[in-house]
């Protein structure tokens, strides 16, 4: 058995749990969530938790068992507490703002740079240099935090861009760094 696979899912009061024609649908107080799930994985609703069931032993349904039950506890997550990616800005000059619910971000270049969210995510922009992706769907709000950050990411020898709050950036040291160099 899976190890992930066999946790029970709990459902928090006010989360509904619905099945249907190879659907999960999560209704909570953030919104609903639907995915799409193999065909061979049965998914069991009793006393406030979600179960996944594989019908084998064979690689596809092993492989196919963990991710399940992972998405739907995702799901389960993200419509009770939502889903947040925050981005730090670091250069001299580089901000960001925000117009309506579009992200304006000035990483110099000779123009500012909007991003349109997509349907279910928002941009929060705590200060000019701290930004945060918030939505209910975990893989939307990372996918568009990692396009945000792809227009501008972080160099190595200054450390200017745009990086994830908690990411550590290996610095290099540049001509000047170097030691020991023969005259």
Not at 82 to 87: F, H, P
Not at 143 to 149: F, L, N
Request: glycine residues 14%; charged residues 25%.
């Amino acid at each position: 058995m899976s190890r992930i696979g066999r946790i029970p899912i709990k459902v928090p009061t006010g989360v509904d749990v619905t099945l249907g024609d190879g659907e999960v649908a999560v209704k909570g107080p953030k919104g609903v969530l639907r995915q799409r799930i193999p065909g061979e994985m049965a998914i069991t609703i009793q006393s406030g938790e979600v179960l996944v069931t594989r019908p084998g032993d064979d690689k596809q349904s092993r492989s196919l068992h963990g991710l399940t039950r992972t998405l739907i506890a995702n799901m389960v997550e993200g419509v009770t507490n939502g889903y947040r990616k925050t981005l730090e800005i670091s250069g001299v000059g580089y901000r960001a703002g925000r117009m309506g619910n579009r992200l304006t971000l000035q990483v110099g270049f000779s123009h500012p740079v909007e991003v349109v969210p997509p349907e279910g995510v928002a941009f929060e922009v705590e200060t000019p240099t701290r930004v945060h992706v918030v939505g209910i769907d975990k893989a939307l709000v990372g996918d568009t935090a990692a396009r945000v950050r792809k227009i501008r990411p972080p160099e190595p020898y200054l450390g200017k861009g745009i990086r994830y709050a908690n990411e550590r950036i290996r610095r290099k040291a540049g001509k000047a760094g170097k030691v020991g160099a023969k005259k």
